[in-house]
């Protein structure tokens, strides 16, 4: 850890402190998360409807779940993380008015699913680390691994059924969207004992079809209650808008927010 930061100014108080001096940290914990979500996923015939999913599907907006992290650095000055959680949701109801998905349009009774696996990995570069701050640039990718289906009464985009319900019938579509990110970060130690953690990132793009946006933040204090292990918590907001415009076209605008808890681990 001392070759790591030999070129920083150290703060001796702080030596061997967690987290910061520390070349491995992993946190396992829950993330209570309220979810606002809108999607549109098109075929053939073009881009669907706008499906406000929480309010017309009728899918839960409050979700709890396990949230993995890990921390590696792995030269100096370089680190890498590794984020996981999954979200998995489905209801059912009624369409009173017509629903276009997929290569179909759905009206009356249905039955949904969305289901999200989040992967996010994370590069960072320490401008400052003096035992005490670690503090720097950061910029990694999050993919959303999205699944989507709806079942119902439903015929093709395009036919002109003699009644309103022609069949029961299922779409489905699975899509894979990642976003880049490029942002900053920074690592506290009120004590030795005591740390908060902070990180934004932020991207705005369009490249040939694909038009994304997002932002994403956290804080975080951690009470190591021994040398290595720590109990913690904090706050996290991700807001994401995506939109493809080729082939199977889709638009997906996504934000969660909430309270994180974990068990961290520093070595």
Request: proline share 3%; no cysteine; glycine share 10%.
């Amino acid at each position: 850890a001392q070759e790591r930061l030999s070129e920083n100014r150290l703060d001796p108080r702080f030596a061997d402190t967690p987290m910061i001096t520390d070349p491995f940290d992993f946190s396992l914990g829950g993330f209570l998360i309220d979810l606002n979500t809108s999607a549109a996923v098109g075929g053939s015939s073009g881009l669907g409807s706008v499906i406000r999913l929480e309010e017309l599907l009728g899918l839960d907006a409050n979700q709890s779940l396990l949230r993995l992290g890990f921390r590696w650095d792995f030269a100096h000055r370089h680190s890498i993380g590794l984020t996981w959680f999954s979200i998995s949701r489905g209801a059912s109801g009624h369409f009173d008015e017509y629903v276009d998905f997929v290569d179909l349009r759905f009206v009356g009774d249905y039955e949904s699913e969305f289901d999200v696996d989040f992967y996010g990995l994370e590069y960072r570069y320490s401008l400052i680390n003096n035992n005490r701050i670690d503090a720097g640039f950061s910029a990694g990718i999050s993919t959303f691994d999205i699944y989507a289906s709806i079942e119902g009464e439903a015929h093709a985009i395009g036919d002109v059924p003699s009644t309103p319900v022609i069949e029961y019938r299922r779409a489905d579509a699975d899509i894979i969207a990642p976003v880049p990110g490029i942002g900053i970060f920074l690592d506290y130690a009120l004590t030795k004992k005591l740390i908060i953690s902070s990180g934004f990132q932020f991207v705005d793009l369009s490249i040939s079809g694909y038009d994304g946006r997002f932002v994403d933040s956290r804080v975080t204090l951690d009470w190591f209650f021994t040398r290595h292990f720590a109990i913690g918590g904090g706050l996290a907001a991700t807001d994401i808008q995506v939109a493809y415009t080729g082939d199977d076209p889709y638009r997906i605008d996504y934000s969660y927010s909430g309270i994180l808890f974990h068990v961290r681990g520093s070595f």
